[in-house]
């Protein structure tokens, strides 16, 4: 695409626009997603006019600009979540029901954690995740597992781009990987809220790394919380068995 004056491409600004919204500012005026997108208001109000038509964004009547229905259409039609998120929904539904707690299925992407899908529960406890949100690595119970079973290189990489944070959080982080991997599946109390504990366990593929995990948020101290473990790990597993017959030509 062609480049602009001050040399990103369209496609540089598309996702800068894109990547404005999250949970927090779901929302947002033309000037505030101009300035966070790092584009000339001028550009961005004629850049709108565009988005709007493909319905790539919408416009309310108060003027605030928020994102399209078409994005959630094209997201839908990832071959990769669908699977996935089309295998796990039963093992999903028979834990939201068994420990009646928030359910979350989870993917690493962008040395993030992608929230897939998520099953609620009236009663349940505090939790922060959300569809389509985003979560950090190093403080949340999803992101130590998907870590914990990914690729070794992965994790290597992972680690040069994230050191200092993951020195300061997890200083004996070997240990704790080494720990995740023989329990099969990862636990920690408190850190996106002191009132609850998470527990996430991997979906493997047929060569033992992960694909995705399984977790549920518990309230700390509770002792649902190893019943909750192993429940995570008997779904994951079965969901590893049900997605590696489906990928089975």
Not at 92 to 102: C, F, H, K, T, V
Not at 186 to 206: C, K, R, V, Y
Not at 225 to 246: D, E, H, K, N
Request: glycine share 6%; net charge neutral.
């Amino acid at each position: 695409m062609a480049n602009s004056p001050s040399g990103d491409s369209m496609l540089d600004r598309l996702v800068r626009i894109l990547d404005s919204f999250d949970s927090e500012n779901q929302s947002l005026s033309v000037i505030a997603l101009a300035r966070r997108a790092e584009i000339p208001k001028a550009t961005m109000y004629r850049l709108l006019d565009e988005l709007v038509g493909h319905d790539l964004l919408a416009r309310d009547k108060d003027g605030q600009v928020r994102l399209g229905l078409r994005l959630w259409e094209l997201a839908n039609r990832s071959t990769t979540t669908q699977d996935l998120r089309k295998t796990a929904l039963p093992f999903m539904e028979d834990i939201n029901q068994l420990l009646g707690q928030n359910t979350q299925l989870s993917m690493l992407h962008q040395d993030e954690v992608l929230i897939i899908e998520r099953l609620s529960r009236p009663g349940s406890v505090v939790n922060q995740a959300s569809v389509a949100g985003r979560m950090p690595v190093h403080s949340t119970s999803m992101g130590m597992a998907l870590l914990a079973f990914s690729r070794p290189e992965v994790i290597r990489e992972f680690l040069d781009r994230h050191r200092e944070i993951m020195n300061s959080t997890h200083p004996n982080f070997r240990a704790e990987m080494a720990e995740i991997r023989r329990n099969g599946y990862a636990s920690f109390d408190g850190f996106i809220d002191p009132e609850t504990t998470g527990a996430a366990a991997p979906i493997l593929d047929n060569s033992g790394y992960q694909v995705a995990v399984l977790s549920v948020v518990v309230p700390r101290d509770s002792t649902s919380l190893q019943p909750a473990a192993m429940a995570l790990r008997t779904a994951a597993r079965g969901i590893s068995r049900a997605l590696l017959l489906t990928n089975t030509p």
